[in-house]
């Protein structure tokens, strides 16, 4: 193994070949910068929205909000705040957008707080998901923080 302090690249176990394309981007992000790489192409980052949005509709995710991020931030373009019933639907509800994500576009989103199931978040770079319990949900109000003073907030559902 190569000293990376050296210049040189650390070699990579065997079992870290078979991680997804974006891997390599997002292991060696700048501080601070996005986990997953974003696209620039927008027909892209409006694809993957329609998809995230027709999962969560068929997983019965409650009270689902888009905010539109074009402008105000890099960390993506549109995020969705929905709800499930329960800690076993939230972490249901972001188990199978993450696999949907993976099946139609072959990123591998990345996933926090899904064994606690009180608010995970879904980062697949394009778009930020979180799915609350509505309790938790209302505790941290994000809708507030990101929409704009005269921006309402449009439920999906």
Wanted: negative net charge; glycine residues 8%.
């Amino acid at each position: 193994m190569k000293n990376p302090s050296a210049g040189g690249k650390a070699a990579r176990p065997k079992e870290d070949n078979v991680l997804s394309l974006h891997t390599d981007a997002s292991v060696h992000a700048k501080p601070g910068a996005p986990l997953m790489a974003r696209t620039s192409d927008m027909t892209t980052s409006n694809a993957v929205l329609a998809a995230i949005l027709n999962s969560l509709e068929e997983d019965k995710a409650e009270d689902i909000v888009q905010i539109d991020l074009r402008g105000k931030t890099e960390i993506g373009d549109h995020m969705i705040i929905c709800s499930g019933r329960s800690t076993r639907q939230v972490s249901a509800i972001s188990e199978k957008l993450a696999q949907k994500v993976k099946d139609e576009f072959g990123r591998s989103p990345k996933i926090e707080g899904k064994d606690i199931g009180d608010w995970v978040l879904i980062d697949t770079g394009d778009v930020i998901v979180h799915v609350f319990r509505p309790e938790v949900r209302e505790f941290y109000q994000l809708e507030k923080m990101w929409m704009d003073g005269g921006e309402v907030a449009s439920p999906q559902n």
